[in-house]
């Protein structure tokens, strides 16, 4: 067995594992009684478990109906946080007093496993991210001395408070998908083109760049802007005259995030705090972030024209 | 006609309306102004879901954090943090920053408005200001503080989360670019987001330290008055 069939078993076995972890959801959903909709949110963890454990296995457009079916969940209100049963603050307390610096060590060594695979053997970026979380999971049992019940109600409530975003990126990867086999890419390329010259890659790199921002702000959510403006600008009139897609496509994803701190679209990092913080301008927090934020981008075009080319 | 899709997300997502149905709406609708049928569609739709798993990778790591919360993963950060409180505002939040973005750069999240800018930065910062200048700190530099509190948390997360090689973000940009024909390795991708970590530290540093010059200046003559009164 080579080491690319050995990378997709592992990744396989990943994606069950997480499966799993998305079924154990799913079991808790369905027994929590007092979960107003617990049949839908049932219905959505079951489903993700199963394309997570057979999606190789089951017929792509019978998958393409399931996460229709999740469209429809989710669009009528059905995913929702049930009960959960939260931490002891007491107990959490002690236990901090108790095990002291050493509760840091699973995270940590989620963080340098995975840099030390990814680095010094052959598995790539994802394969490791795999492995160091099966060895943090056996590293945090042996420092915490944790019943494995424990674990399957953390991953419950961990599972439950991140809900529905959990596969958003997922989704518009594959929007990407569908909008490059459909030819948006290259409509917004050939609508771009008459209003700037293309082969010039220091326009390039500013058009890739302020899009991503602008895309950010009207949206609110950078990742969405990512899979329209990379298909769209980053690919005719950044990659194609030379830039690197990793370098120029990394600092494209952080250069739309300049544009999500001065947007109230993003409504949980800029508005949630003016009204938790009990602020009067519920712009504050925009104001406080412009300089930077305007900076920031300038940086992100200054390193993406000399270094990703 | 193309366009339709991206219409379609800019409007939903404008409106605030349920994003995954607005997604899976748009791609749908672009299959079908580019005559796809409908199988076709959702044979495309299923296909790239099953390719693009690996972008929930990071949710292998999620339970093992979730099982350190419970052993007082939080409790002890905020002991640690608890303990810088003799600082000046600009650099109590200048350190949470740091903080924020060496955890998240490792994939935890230490951090967040409810959790903890609302309960431990912000009453910190605003106390480290009132113990050095006294009650007559204007409401509006109070203000200010706060949203400064909220910014630290942002910047800290926004430009560090790439570091880490599981972070949604950074699978995003490797399964984007492999969906136009370019593999990508997740580990280049948190090398190149490393250097954008560092900037955004610095600069968030230096609008924290102006931000204490300009108190300073502000209320350092006012504390001398209040000390001659005396």
Known sequence: ?309 | MELIGILIIIIGFAMKLDTIAVVVVAGISTGLVANMNIAEILTTLGEAFVANRVTCLFLITIPVIGLCERYGLKEKAVMLIKKASKLSAGKLLSGYTLIRETTIGMGVTLGGHPQFVRPLVSPMAEGAIVAKYGDKVEEKDIEKIKAYSAASDNVGNFFAQNVFIANAGVLLIASTLEGMGMPVDTLQVSKVAFPVAIIAFILWTIQNTLLDKRMQSKYADNRKNARGEQ
């Open chain 1, 1 to 309: 067995m080579d080491i690319t069939q050995l990378s997709n078993l592992l990744l396989e076995i990943f994606y069950i594992m997480i499966g799993l972890f998305m079924g154990i959801t799913m079991v808790f959903t369905l027994k929590d009684k007092q979960h107003k909709t617990r049949i839908g949110t049932a219905l959505f963890w079951g489903i993700l478990a199963v394309i997570f454990m057979a999606g190789n296995y089951i017929p792509s457009m019978i998958v393409g109906v399931l996460v229709v079916i999740i469209a429809i969940l989710s669009a009528t209100k059905q995913i929702n946080i049930g009960t959960l049963k939260q931490l002891d603050e007491t107990f959490t307390t002690l236990k901090a007093e108790k095990l002291g610096l050493k509760i840091f060590i699973p995270s940590l060594s989620i963080a340098i496993i995975a840099m030390l695979v990814a680095q010094f053997t052959p598995f790539s970026g994802t394969v490791a991210i795999g492995i160091s979380a099966i060895c943090a999971l056996i590293i945090a049992f042996v420092i915490t001395k944790a019943k494995p019940k424990e674990l399957l109600e953390d991953t419950n409530r961990t599972y439950q408070s991140i809900g529905s975003f959990a596969i958003l990126p997922q989704l518009l990867a594959s929007l990407g998908v569908l909008f490059t086999s459909a030819g948006v890419g290259d409509k917004i390329a050939s609508i771009i083109s008459n209003v700037i010259p293309s082969g010039n890659a220091l326009i390039g790199v500013i058009t890739y760049c302020v899009g991503m921002a602008l895309f950010t702000m009207i949206m609110g959510n950078a990742f969405a802007a990512f899979a329209v403006i990379t298909v769209g600008i980053g690919a005719p009139f950044v990659f194609a005259v030379g830039g690197d897609p990793i370098i120029c496509g990394t600092l494209a994803l952080t250069a739309g995030y300049c544009g999500t701190l001065l947007t109230p679209m993003a409504a949980n990092f800029n508005m949630l705090p003016a009204a938790l913080l009990e602020m009067k301008d519920k712009n504050g927090v925009i104001k406080a972030q412009a300089p930077i934020a305007l900076l920031l981008l300038a940086a992100h075009i200054v390193l993406m024209y000399f270094w990703g080319f």
